[in-house]
Protein backbone atom coordinates (compact mmCIF):
# COMPACT_ATOMS: atom_id res chain seq x y z
CA UNK A 1 0.00 0.00 0.00
CA UNK A 2 2.80 2.52 0.93
CA UNK A 3 4.51 1.97 -2.72
CA UNK A 4 0.83 2.53 -4.49
CA UNK A 5 0.94 5.74 -2.35
CA UNK A 6 4.33 6.49 -2.93
CA UNK A 7 3.53 5.89 -6.88
CA UNK A 8 1.06 8.54 -6.54
CA UNK A 9 2.43 11.28 -5.06
CA UNK A 10 5.32 11.00 -7.63
CA UNK A 11 2.56 10.90 -10.33
CA UNK A 12 1.28 14.03 -9.04
CA UNK A 13 4.46 15.39 -8.74
CA UNK A 14 5.43 14.65 -12.93
CA UNK A 15 2.12 16.34 -13.36
CA UNK A 16 2.46 19.15 -11.53
CA UNK A 17 6.00 19.76 -13.13
CA UNK A 18 4.57 19.19 -16.62
CA UNK A 19 1.52 21.90 -15.86
CA UNK A 20 4.54 24.27 -14.68
CA UNK A 21 6.57 23.63 -17.65
CA UNK A 22 3.63 23.72 -20.15
CA UNK A 23 2.60 27.25 -18.84
CA UNK A 24 6.17 28.79 -18.93
CA UNK A 25 6.45 27.08 -22.58
CA UNK A 26 3.06 28.96 -23.79
CA UNK A 27 4.21 32.39 -22.04
CA UNK A 28 7.35 32.12 -23.92
CA UNK A 29 6.12 31.43 -26.77
CA UNK A 30 3.88 34.35 -26.79
CA UNK A 31 6.70 36.63 -25.38
CA UNK A 32 9.00 35.92 -28.84
CA UNK A 33 5.81 36.11 -30.94
CA UNK A 34 6.00 39.47 -29.36
CA UNK A 35 9.35 40.11 -29.94
CA UNK A 36 9.40 39.19 -33.75
CA UNK A 37 5.98 41.12 -34.31
CA UNK A 38 8.04 44.30 -33.16
CA UNK A 39 11.05 43.70 -35.49
CA UNK A 40 8.72 43.73 -38.34
CA UNK A 41 8.18 47.17 -38.41
CA UNK A 42 7.64 50.06 -41.04
CA UNK A 43 9.16 52.78 -39.77
CA UNK A 44 7.20 56.35 -39.46
CA UNK A 45 7.76 58.73 -36.56
CA UNK A 46 6.93 59.64 -34.19
CA UNK A 47 5.37 55.92 -34.39
CA UNK A 48 6.27 52.86 -36.45
CA UNK A 49 3.75 50.24 -37.89
CA UNK A 50 4.33 46.83 -36.08
CA UNK A 51 2.73 43.53 -35.45
CA UNK A 52 3.15 43.76 -31.83
CA UNK A 53 -0.12 44.61 -30.73
CA UNK A 54 -1.45 41.64 -32.73
CA UNK A 55 0.55 39.06 -30.10
CA UNK A 56 0.11 41.35 -27.17
CA UNK A 57 -4.18 40.53 -27.74
CA UNK A 58 -3.29 37.26 -28.96
CA UNK A 59 -1.37 36.84 -25.67
CA UNK A 60 -4.04 37.56 -23.48
CA UNK A 61 -6.57 35.43 -25.90
CA UNK A 62 -4.86 32.25 -25.81
CA UNK A 63 -3.05 32.51 -22.60
CA UNK A 64 -5.42 33.99 -20.41
CA UNK A 65 -5.50 37.34 -18.50
CA UNK A 66 -3.04 35.90 -16.41
CA UNK A 67 -0.34 34.62 -18.12
CA UNK A 68 -0.64 36.92 -20.91
CA UNK A 69 -0.43 39.81 -18.58
CA UNK A 70 2.81 37.98 -17.45
CA UNK A 71 4.27 37.49 -20.76
CA UNK A 72 4.09 40.93 -21.71
CA UNK A 73 5.23 42.01 -18.28
CA UNK A 74 8.42 40.23 -19.13
CA UNK A 75 8.42 41.40 -22.71
CA UNK A 76 8.74 45.53 -20.84
CA UNK A 77 11.14 44.26 -18.23
CA UNK A 78 13.20 42.69 -21.00
CA UNK A 79 12.88 45.74 -22.93
CA UNK A 80 13.90 48.00 -20.22
CA UNK A 81 16.81 46.31 -18.40
CA UNK A 82 18.44 46.92 -22.64
CA UNK A 83 17.33 43.75 -24.44
CA UNK A 84 16.75 44.83 -28.04
CA UNK A 85 12.88 43.71 -27.77
CA UNK A 86 11.05 46.55 -29.10
CA UNK A 87 11.22 48.10 -32.51
CA UNK A 88 13.94 49.42 -34.00
CA UNK A 89 17.67 49.39 -33.06
CA UNK A 90 17.39 50.62 -29.19
CA UNK A 91 16.43 49.27 -25.36
CA UNK A 92 16.64 50.30 -22.22
CA UNK A 93 14.49 52.27 -20.13
CA UNK A 94 14.52 55.32 -22.19
CA UNK A 95 12.45 53.23 -24.57
CA UNK A 96 9.83 53.41 -22.06
CA UNK A 97 9.33 57.02 -21.81
CA UNK A 98 10.01 57.73 -25.74
CA UNK A 99 7.35 58.29 -27.76
CA UNK A 100 6.14 55.02 -28.32
CA UNK A 101 6.36 54.01 -24.23
CA UNK A 102 2.61 54.92 -23.80
CA UNK A 103 1.88 51.98 -26.31
CA UNK A 104 4.66 49.97 -24.84
CA UNK A 105 3.52 50.23 -20.97
CA UNK A 106 -0.17 49.50 -22.01
CA UNK A 107 0.76 45.85 -23.11
CA UNK A 108 0.17 44.05 -19.83
CA UNK A 109 -3.30 45.65 -19.68
CA UNK A 110 -4.37 44.90 -22.97
CA UNK A 111 -3.63 41.26 -22.90
CA UNK A 112 -5.50 41.45 -19.38
CA UNK A 113 -8.54 42.80 -21.10
CA UNK A 114 -8.41 40.40 -24.16
CA UNK A 115 -7.51 37.51 -21.88
CA UNK A 116 -10.66 38.80 -19.24
CA UNK A 117 -13.29 38.85 -21.73
CA UNK A 118 -11.83 35.60 -24.04
CA UNK A 119 -12.13 33.75 -21.18
CA UNK A 120 -15.71 34.61 -20.40
CA UNK A 121 -16.97 34.87 -23.99
CA UNK A 122 -17.20 32.72 -27.12
CA UNK A 123 -19.31 33.87 -29.82
CA UNK A 124 -17.07 35.67 -32.73
CA UNK A 125 -19.75 39.16 -32.09
CA UNK A 126 -18.38 39.48 -28.94
CA UNK A 127 -14.67 38.04 -29.54
CA UNK A 128 -14.53 41.36 -31.78
CA UNK A 129 -15.78 43.68 -29.17
CA UNK A 130 -13.32 41.99 -26.65
CA UNK A 131 -10.42 42.66 -29.30
CA UNK A 132 -11.56 46.27 -30.23
CA UNK A 133 -11.50 47.30 -26.87
CA UNK A 134 -8.17 45.56 -25.70
CA UNK A 135 -6.88 47.33 -28.68
CA UNK A 136 -8.55 50.52 -27.72
CA UNK A 137 -6.83 50.39 -24.58
CA UNK A 138 -3.16 50.21 -26.17
CA UNK A 139 -4.29 53.42 -28.55
CA UNK A 140 -5.34 55.21 -25.34
CA UNK A 141 -2.62 54.91 -22.96
CA UNK A 142 0.09 55.55 -26.49
CA UNK A 143 -2.13 58.47 -27.47
CA UNK A 144 -2.27 60.13 -24.60
CA UNK A 145 1.46 59.73 -22.92
CA UNK A 146 2.36 60.88 -26.55
CA UNK A 147 0.45 64.39 -26.27
CA UNK A 148 1.10 65.01 -22.80
CA UNK A 149 5.36 64.30 -23.44
CA UNK A 150 5.94 64.68 -27.24
CA UNK A 151 3.16 66.51 -29.05
CA UNK A 152 1.69 68.68 -27.04
CA UNK A 153 -1.63 68.61 -29.28
CA UNK A 154 -4.43 66.56 -28.89
CA UNK A 155 -5.44 66.55 -31.99
CA UNK A 156 -2.14 65.60 -34.01
CA UNK A 157 -1.29 63.06 -31.22
CA UNK A 158 -4.70 61.37 -32.64
CA UNK A 159 -3.14 61.99 -36.20
CA UNK A 160 -0.08 61.03 -35.20
CA UNK A 161 -0.33 57.92 -32.52
CA UNK A 162 -4.21 56.59 -33.52
CA UNK A 163 -5.48 57.42 -36.87
CA UNK A 164 -2.88 56.21 -38.94
CA UNK A 165 -3.32 52.92 -38.00
CA UNK A 166 -6.93 53.07 -37.61
CA UNK A 167 -6.94 50.24 -41.37
CA UNK A 168 -3.79 48.51 -40.31
CA UNK A 169 -5.75 47.82 -36.94
CA UNK A 170 -8.71 47.29 -38.32
CA UNK A 171 -6.80 43.47 -40.07
CA UNK A 172 -5.18 42.98 -37.22
CA UNK A 173 -8.54 43.01 -35.21
CA UNK A 174 -10.11 40.49 -37.88
CA UNK A 175 -7.00 38.31 -37.85
CA UNK A 176 -6.83 38.08 -34.27
CA UNK A 177 -10.15 36.63 -34.05
CA UNK A 178 -10.38 34.55 -37.05
CA UNK A 179 -6.72 32.81 -35.99
CA UNK A 180 -8.07 32.66 -32.05
CA UNK A 181 -11.23 30.92 -33.42
CA UNK A 182 -9.35 28.79 -36.07
CA UNK A 183 -7.13 27.50 -33.81
CA UNK A 184 -9.08 26.89 -30.32
CA UNK A 185 -11.37 24.86 -32.48
Known amino acids: MLKFYSSVLE????????KVFKRVAKISLFL????????????????????????????????GKKDGFIAQSLYLLMGAIGIPVFAGPLAG???????????????????????????????????????IISVFSI??????????FYLHDFNKSIVAGAAIFSIWEI??????????????R
Open 139 to 148: YVFGVLHLNL
Open 11 to 18: LKSILIND
Open 93 to 131: FARLIGPTGGYLLSFPTAAFIAGYFYERWNSIFLLFFAT
Open 171 to 184: AKIVTIVFVYKGIS
Open 32 to 63: ILTIVGAKIEIPVEPVPFTLQTLFVVLSGAFL
